[in-house]
């Protein structure tokens, strides 16, 4: 008789147990949808300043999110998530360009146009100093889109980057002076030299 109701009790247990790993699933999937909705158009812009390529940033938002949600019950500070996805966006993006297939040319059937004042900020200039951005190093490339696009300080790009913050300060330069050549090379060339 004993161990009627004590198998009866375990089943219980284990009922009630499922039932709630049931309710926290539930719970962590509605407040994992609940971030990757207010989050993932910010991730999505931060992926394609990385990658230069919408549909690659696609893919690499998409794999941040699902690696981001195998550790979401191991993530301890919910403030620091968005920190933490972006360093995975950083790392999986690198691990893109280790792969050889991994190639920077891309083919348009027709030139861009050039605006007619460059001293005047317009939607095709910021295209072509994104475009030129996309040229820069990888590691250059991350500090930048860390820095200015995302806003963040110095420290928190170092942490993301996992490098010290005197190696941010140094690929933030080196990245600002090679565009600063870059827009002086292109500003010095006539419009014969353009074409």
Partial sequence: MVTVVGAAVLEADEQTGAAVGARDKDARDR???EYM???QPSLLRTAYLL???QHTAEDLVQTALAKLYLSWDKVQ???AVDGYVRRILVNEHN?????AWKKRETTASELPDRPADPDAPSATHDAELWAFVQTLPRKQRAAIVLR???ELSEAETAEILG???GTVKSQTSRALSAMRARVGEIAHLSPQEER
């Fill in 77 to 79: 500070r919910h403030e």
């Fill in 31 to 33: 407040e994992f949808s």
């Fill in 37 to 39: 909705q207010a989050r």
């Fill in 163 to 165: 490098v010290s913050v």
């Fill in 95 to 99: 691990s893109l360009w280790r792969r």
């Fill in 51 to 53: 990658t230069g390529d």
């Fill in 148 to 150: 200015y696009y995302e």
